[in-house]
């Protein structure tokens, strides 16, 4: 009876993916994480500092998209 809600199944768009963790993941500007994050229980503020939202809501992963 579980389904899915708020969830992106397509590849998440950073910038460099490595897998040992020590990639870049800030995101691109076509990645579907933007502006598809939740709010329960979000940081203010992504890891970089910047203040959340800085779209139409905020985006999934430790960064905020900036343009």
Known sequence: ??????TVAAPPGFIQYDPD???NYHLTA?????DRGRW???????YDGVPR???QGID???FEFLP
């Open 53 to 55: 939202p800085q779209g």
């Open 1 to 6: 009876g579980l389904t899915h809600a708020g």
């Open 21 to 23: 963790g020590e990639g």
């Open 40 to 46: 329960i229980e979000a940081p203010m503020s992504d």
């Open 60 to 62: 999934i992963g430790p």
């Open 30 to 34: 076509d990645s579907p994480a933007i």
